[in-house]
C-alpha cells in the first residue's frame, strides 16, 4: 500500500505564498505522475497541478504563473509552491499519486487534505 502525507497549508493574506508538500510511503515499487487537486466548500474537487516522472507539468488556467509544481523522485515527494495567492485559492488541497506498490497493480492514492486559507 501507499501513503500519502500533506503538510504546509495554512492561512495567508491574499498576495502571499505558501509552499504545500506531500510524501509518499509504504511498499512502493513506482510512482508515475503525482499532482494537487482542491475542493473548496460546496464545489467539486478540481486540478491544480499534476507532474509526470519525467518532469513534464500541466497545471489549471487559473494558476498557471502563479503556482509551480514539481517534485523529487528519490524522496517520492511531490511540492507546490504557491505564489500571489488569491482569496479564491481557498480550499483544502489534496495529494494524488498514481503508484504501483508491493503485489499491487497500479492505483490512485490519495492524500488526507491539507487547508489553504487565503484572506483578503
Known amino acids: 500500500q501507499v501513503q500519502l502525507v500533506e503538510s504546509g497549508g495554512g492561512l495567508v493574506q491574499a498576495g502571499g505564498s505558501l509552499r504545500l508538500s506531500c510524501a509518499a510511503s509504504g511498499s512502493i515499487l513506482l510512482i508515475n505522475v503525482m499532482g494537487w487537486y482542491r475542493q473548496a466548500p460546496g464545489k467539486q474537487r478540481e486540478l491544480v497541478a499534476t507532474i509526470t516522472r519525467g518532469g513534464s507539468t500541466n497545471y489549471a488556467d487559473s494558476v498557471k504563473g502563479r503556482f509551480t509544481i514539481s517534485r523529487d523522485n528519490a524522496k517520492n515527494t511531490v511540492y507546490l509552491q504557491m505564489n500571489s495567492l488569491k482569496p479564491e485559492d481557498t480550499a483544502v488541497y489534496y495529494c494524488?499519486?498514481?503508484?504501483?506498490?508491493?503485489?499491487?497493480?497500479?492505483?490512485?492514492?490519495w492524500g488526507q487534505g491539507t487547508q489553504v486559507t487565503v484572506s483578503s
Open positions: 494524488k499519486a498514481n503508484a504501483i506498490a508491493w503485489r499491487t497493480d497500479w492505483n490512485d492514492y
